[in-house]
Nanobody
């Protein structure tokens, strides 16, 4: 079982920033898909951002429309850490955020069912 350790959630006012981190085991595949998803009570889990990590380099970041220009997904190979920088947060960003990992993935899906490994989640609450 792959263990993913998330951190960085919290409560902020609208317009504030948070940075989420997800530490993962050392990569053993040349290409991997990594992603952040979120889920609010009563709603389906939705993708926030995905990135391909190929030969240690993060490529092709992709974002859902509602977070484009505000969120940035990144990966630090030396620290085995996937991050999500979230700026200009809005109340509608309130959710439990999860990191997800697909070892060996070449084209990252935005569907949760294609990611076999998940973190425990970290809560983000944005007040107006």
């Amino acid at each position: 079982q792959v263990h993913l350790a998330e951190s960085g959630g919290g409560s902020v006012q609208a317009g504030g920033s948070l940075r989420l981190s997800c530490v993962h085991p050392s990569l053993t595949e040349s290409s991997n898909c990594m992603a952040w998803f979120r889920q609010s009570p009563g709603k389906e889990r939705e993708y926030v951002a995905t990135v391909e990590v190929e030969d240690g380099l993060a490529r092709k970041p992709d974002y859902r429309d509602s977070v484009k220009g505000r969120f940035t997904i990144s990966h630090d190979l030396a620290k085995n850490t996937l991050s999500l920088q979230m700026n200009n947060l809005k109340p509608e960003d309130t959710a439990m955020y999860y990191c997800a990992f697909e070892p060996g993935g070449w084209t990252c899906s935005i569907l949760a069912r294609y990611f076999p490994h998940w973190g425990q989640g970290t809560q983000v609450t944005v007040s107006s």
